[in-house]
């Protein structure tokens, strides 16, 4: 089945440093999506990457893609205290020529960012 | 708009009672998904509809759980009778496809345990 796979489970940096967490999938695709989870809160959109793209910004966000090794990884550079929380990546799942209009979510990454 | 709007929040119930959780989606989105998250098995789709029709129940764990959607601004997921491994965090989402990117946005989440 199409997965996403995080790497690593859990991450924990200082403040002020670049926080990197990867994700892998097993099939085609048409987007992939990151998402944020806060403690005891429902996920929030992150930010998108089509598939014919290979690297997006957003603010302290930037998402690379490579369709080729079916990956892509999320930084946050200058992380925060309040960057703490879960994140999750999120590919369409495509059935046969036609969106299914579901994701598939990954295990997440759990990231800690201490003052 | 005021978002994916769940309720109750939280819920505590005996072993062997009905639970009925709801939800409304953001007004005019054609898609809603419910999905159980735990440590253990992290977030898992349960059921998503289409236009107020189910589309894949296949997450579904067994037919203690039912889930319906009676028109486009509520839907309900019902555990009965409800066993203390049902405890977790139940999500609703929704989405359109008017964004054809699946982007999903989801409720607050209803904690239930089942003692």
């Known amino acids: 089945s199409q997965q996403g796979e995080e790497d690593p489970q859990a991450l924990s940096i200082q403040e002020g440093e670049n926080a990197t967490m990867n994700c892998s999938y097993k099939t085609s695709i048409n987007n992939l999506q990151w998402y944020r989870q806060n403690s005891g809160r429902g996920l929030v959109h992150l930010i998108l990457i089509r598939s014919n793209e290979r690297e997006k910004h957003s603010g302290r966000l930037r998402v690379t893609l490579d369709t080729s090794k079916k990956s892509s990884s999320l930084l946050i550079t200058a992380s925060r205290a309040a960057d703490t929380a879960s994140y999750f990546c999120a590919t369409d799942a495509i059935g046969g020529s036609s969106n299914t209009g579901k994701l598939i979510f990954g295990q997440g990454t759990t990231l800690q960012v201490k003052p | 708009d005021a978002g994916v709007i769940q309720s109750p929040r939280h819920e505590v119930t005996e072993m062997g009672q009905e639970v009925t959780l709801r939800c409304k989606p953001i007004?005019?989105?054609?898609?809603l998904f419910w999905y159980r998250q735990t440590m253990m098995r992290g977030l898992e789709l349960l059921i998503y509809?289409?236009?107020?029709?189910?589309?894949?129940d296949s997450g579904m764990p067994e037919d203690r759980f039912s889930a319906k959607m009676p028109n486009a601004s509520f839907s309900t997921l019902k555990i009965q009778p409800s066993e203390p491994r049902d405890s977790a965090v139940y999500f609703c989402a929704s989405s359109s496809t008017r964004h054809l990117d699946n982007e999903q946005f989801f409720g607050p989440g209803t904690r239930l345990t089942v003692l």
């Open positions: 509809f289409n236009n107020n029709v189910p589309i894949d």
């Open positions: 007004s005019g989105h054609d898609y």
